[in-house]
């Protein structure tokens, strides 16, 4: 195969490139440094890995996450493409075995993180392959002013002086003017061919709904899209609380998060894709190798946490070109509890000084000590442990992350069991022997089921906020529990793991980086705030606003949002519409209408008034409406 279509044809089954793939392809291929940005579902993976195909050596992919990482190596060893990438806490020898394996192996792709990079056996390792060229996904990342900034993406530099004959492939979905200018500094990239693809999208209908009641518009909405769809919440627990309510109200729904194992995460997916469930209720952690083209509605229950990620969210619908809906929930007690647990969850720079120095002394290092080992870790525990409150210590952890203090590494979700060995009037005559366990023992019994029959999963944390006591004493309590054969335990000691990268110095480490932490603690902020203005301003085209904010200057209105069409619908007269809906039936509410017509409140009782007025309907004492 000697072409980008025969190896597009060959490993991925299409017979032509999207819009703007070809003109990346042939970029890279010309040896030209180049910045391509599309959209969510533009193809971007198809552009690098085309002519990576096609030309020696192996392409190195910088990647920020490692799901990422993961979902992408392991969807070109399933197309028969060699491509590795280094584990987590990959020792020295096993790191010199893997660059063996590309030298001879004949492998295609590396793929490396940011953090990586930044060692220098790595470093040495990579002067000595062939590099075909390198990309750098998510490269927004780079910029303080993107909205994943990643301070170790602006060490990216670092690259030049690996291979500085070897062009450089920046590909992002979003990017404002700014952040594309910061990619091309940063990278020192020469004289770039920057192709960027429109985030006009003229099929997809961008849609505020202020409500009070959120279930009851899911309900209006589903009943009258009844296509494959995807809602965004802002909680794990909220995705099964969701999806089991949809599923009561008869909407087969499946829900998806970052802590559902690999098993429940592929059957949830496959229930989607095959639409046996086709509404999904997931996190943020639902979006990797998402292609699917009839999606009709992506719906944010909760405030996205930025514009960016709702554009790129929302862009998930719509992408067979057929007409599709982006739905933003939202309320103004919803914004102001997106703002309180914003600030609840952000850490200050005390905060985040504190949280480091307790990490030195939860794992016993000495002030000065630099160590390499890889230590498995328990946020919950650890906040349990030094009264930290558990979000605002996770972003911490992401902020010492970012910043190359630390490697914060979030394995997959493991979830400790319990189950009972006795009967259960075995376990009743045990009991009224015993004090702190009889409490333990009756508070589990509470609040799990099913113990006498199967494993069932628990959270320590949350049995020891019922108790009023460590997770550390339900764990040993649990234990002896176990040795007294009064039941079985399996006991998940971690969930992540920290490999510290600096010596300990406590306060001075930070002190190092407190401008730069405090500028992006700052940047946070305002992030929140556009996506809040986007939220609030019913007067401009939401398009014209997304554009705008994109740099793509435009003043035509698309016609479609909720902002154009309540333009138009106080000139259209509602009321023949309103008077079939009223004589269907003796009386009528006014959620009802809506429910039907599917118009805002305040555009159906203006038309009401009118009709009360002009006495051809009237209102009870109930708030109902009938034809007079």
């Known amino acids: 195969m000697s072409n980008p279509i025969e190896i597009l044809k060959s490993y991925w089954g299409f017979s032509s490139f999207r819009v703007k793939q070809q003109e990346i392809v042939n970029s890279i291929l010309e040896k030209k440094d180049t910045i391509a940005l599309l959209p969510t579902g533009g193809g971007k993976s198809i552009s690098f890995q085309v002519p990576a195909m096609l030309v020696d050596g192996v392409c190195i992919v910088i990647s920020p996450l490692i799901a990422l990482i993961e979902d992408q190596v392991s969807n070109l060893k399933n197309k028969g493409i060699k491509a590795l990438h280094i584990p987590s806490g990959s020792s020295v020898d096993e790191i010199v075995t893997l660059f063996d394996n590309i030298k001879f192996g004949k492998y295609k792709f590396l793929y490396i993180s940011p953090e990586r990079l930044q060692s220098k056996l790595i470093q040495d390792k990579l002067k000595e392959l062939t590099i075909s060229f390198f990309v750098i996904d998510e490269a927004h990342c780079i910029s303080e002013w993107g909205h994943d900034f990643r301070p170790s993406y602006t060490k990216l530099n670092i690259l030049r002086e690996i291979a500085p004959t070897i062009n450089i492939a920046a590909l992002t979905a979003t990017a404002t003017k700014k952040v594309l200018k910061d990619i091309e500094d940063i990278l020192e990239l020469d004289k770039p061919t920057i192709l960027k693809q429109s985030f006009n999208r003229d099929n997809l209908s961008y849609t505020v709904i202020k409500t009070n009641d959120k279930l009851s518009k899911l309900q209006q909405i589903f009943r009258k899209y009844n296509h494959p769809s995807i809602i965004y919440v802002n909680s794990r627990k909220k995705t099964k609380e969701l999806s089991n309510y949809l599923n009561y109200n008869d909407f087969k729904s499946s829900y998806y998060h970052g802590g559902l194992s690999l098993t429940e995460k592929n059957e949830a997916f496959e229930n989607w894709m095959t639409e046996k469930t086709p509404i999904m209720v997931a996190t943020n952690a639902f979006g990797m190798g998402i292609d699917k083209g009839n999606v009709k509605t992506v719906i944010?229950?909760?405030?996205?946490?930025?514009?960016?990620?709702?554009?790129?969210?929302?862009?998930?619908?719509?992408?067979?070109?057929?007409?599709?809906f982006a739905i933003l929930l939202t309320n103004p007690s919803d914004i102001e509890n997106t703002k309180n647990i914003f600030?609840?969850?952000?850490?200050?720079?005390?905060?985040?000084?504190?949280?480091?120095?307790?990490?030195?002394?939860?794992?016993?290092?000495?002030?000065?000590?630099?160590?390499?080992?890889?230590?498995?870790?328990?946020?919950?525990?650890?906040?349990?442990?030094?009264?930290?409150?558990?979000?605002?210590?996770?972003?911490?952890l992401q902020i010492l992350n970012n910043y190359s203090v630390l490697h914060f590494h979030q394995g997959k979700q493991k979830t400790s069991t319990i189950q009972f060995k006795v009967s259960s009037n075995q376990l009743?005559?045990?009991?009224?022997?015993?004090?702190?366990?009889?409490?333990?023992?009756?508070?589990?019994?509470?609040?799990?089921?099913?113990?006498?029959?199967?494993?069932?999963?628990?959270?320590?944390?949350?049995?020891?906020?019922?108790?009023?006591?460590?997770?550390?004493?339900?764990?040993?309590?649990?234990?002896?529990?176990?040795?007294?054969?009064?039941?079985?335990?399996?006991?998940s000691d971690s969930d992540s793991e920290i490999t510290f990268l600096l010596p300990r110095e406590d306060d001075k480490v930070i002190n190092r980086i407190?401008?730069?932490?405090?500028?992006?603690?700052?940047?946070?902020?305002?992030?929140?705030?556009?996506?809040?203005?986007?939220?609030?301003?019913?007067?401009?085209?939401?398009?014209?606003?997304?554009?705008?904010?994109?740099?793509?200057v435009s003043s035509n209105n698309c016609g479609n949002c909720d902002v154009c069409k309540s333009h138009f619908r106080t000139k259209e007269d509602l009321s023949p519409l309103i008077l079939k809906a009223i004589s269907k039936r003796a009386h009528i509410s006014l959620k009802e209408l809506q429910d039907e017509l599917f118009y805002t409140e305040q555009d159906i009782l203006i038309h009401l008034r009118k009709l009360i007025a002009e006495e051809i309907i009237g209102i009870t004492n109930s708030n109902t409406y009938f034809l007079k």
Do not use: W
């Open 514 to 552: 407190s401008k730069g932490i405090s500028k992006f603690l700052k940047y946070k902020y305002k992030k929140l705030e556009n996506i809040i203005n986007y939220i609030e301003n019913d007067i401009i085209c939401r398009n014209i606003q997304v554009l705008n904010y994109f740099g793509q």
């Open 428 to 491: 009743l005559s045990y009991k009224e022997s015993q004090n702190i366990k009889s409490k333990l023992l009756d508070t589990v019994l509470r609040m799990y089921t099913g113990l006498f029959e199967a494993e069932v999963k628990i959270n320590e944390f949350s049995i020891a906020k019922k108790l009023g006591v460590t997770s550390f004493k339900v764990i040993e309590l649990f234990k002896k529990l176990e040795t007294e054969e009064i039941l079985d335990y399996n006991n």
């Open 343 to 396: 600030t609840k969850s952000q850490p200050s720079l005390k905060e985040i000084k504190e949280v480091h120095k307790k990490l030195y002394q939860h794992f016993q290092i000495a002030f000065g000590e630099i160590t390499n080992d890889n230590y498995g870790f328990n946020i919950l525990e650890f906040c349990d442990k030094y009264g930290f409150y558990p979000s605002k210590t996770f972003n911490a």
């Open 300 to 324: 944010h229950y909760n405030t996205p946490s930025s514009v960016e990620n709702y554009v790129q969210e929302a862009g998930r619908a719509g992408r067979d070109k057929e007409k599709a």
